[in-house]
């Protein structure tokens, strides 16, 4: 099974500073890899996602995250954060091959963004 | 077209109850797969379900849990007996296929009393 690393648990950082949310992965094999964010009490919103090409993927909100295969990490990054970027966000990687394609999360990086 | 609904969105339940989440995916997706967050962390897989069929359930608790999704209606899950341990946020989500993106619904938070 996949496991997934989630290295910081929270992270605070000033408004329109730059931050990145690290997540490594355990498998060397081809996955399909994910970054979800969450608001309190809401469900998971998809922020990006990397199935294949290239491994710079952009998302929603000005997010981007990097797939590097050698090191096994999809690290999500963004240059200037808001306040309402304040949130949970999610780690999570699926087997392709696998049918049923089930998500390994990984246990979330609590984002907080000070005015 | 509606995102993947989940209700009851709160529910609160005493130990020896039952609870029952229910889930409707997104119109067109017959895949569903149900998580759930115990406080404090990530989402953990517990099955997936196609019309009429489980496909895999090796994250299902082996006693008291049990989950369906019939050829018409919602995908139920069923919590017998609940205990405070079982009280979480349980996650819907739903795909077209199963190698396609998954979509959550907003999680129905189960209180154990």
């Known amino acids: 099974a996949q496991s997934v690393t989630q290295l910081d648990s929270q992270v605070p950082v000033f408004e329109e500073a730059p931050v990145e949310l690290r997540c490594n992965y355990s498998?060397?094999?081809?996955?399909?890899l994910f970054w979800y964010v969450q608001y309190p009490n809401q469900g998971l919103q998809l922020l990006l996602k990397y199935l294949s090409g290239s491994t710079l993927v952009k998302g929603i909100n000005g997010f981007e995250a990097e797939f590097n295969k050698s090191q096994t990490s999809f690290h999500l990054r963004k240059p200037s954060v808001h306040i309402s970027d304040t949130a949970e966000y999610f780690c999570a990687v699926s087997d392709p091959r696998r049918t049923g394609n089930q998500f390994y999360f990984g246990t979330g990086t609590s984002l907080t963004v000070i005015p | 077209n509606a995102g993947v609904m989940q209700n009851p969105r709160h529910l609160v339940r005493r130990r020896g109850q039952e609870a029952r989440l229910r889930c409707s995916p997104m119109k067109g997706h017959s895949h569903v797969y149900w998580y759930r967050q115990l406080p404090e962390e990530g989402l953990k897989f517990m099955v997936y379900?196609?019309?009429?069929?489980?496909?895999?359930e090796s994250g299902m608790p082996k006693e008291r849990f049990s989950a369906e999704f019939p050829k018409e209606g919602p995908s139920i899950l069923r919590i017998q007996q609940v205990v405070r341990g079982d009280s979480a946020a349980y996650f819907c989500?739903?795909?077209?296929?199963?190698?396609?993106?998954?979509?959550f619904g907003p999680g129905t938070r189960l209180t154990v009393l």
């Open positions: 379900l196609q019309k009429e069929n489980i496909i895999d």
């Open positions: 989500a739903s795909s077209q296929d199963w190698n396609n993106e998954q979509f």
């Open positions: 498998s060397s094999v081809s996955v399909y």
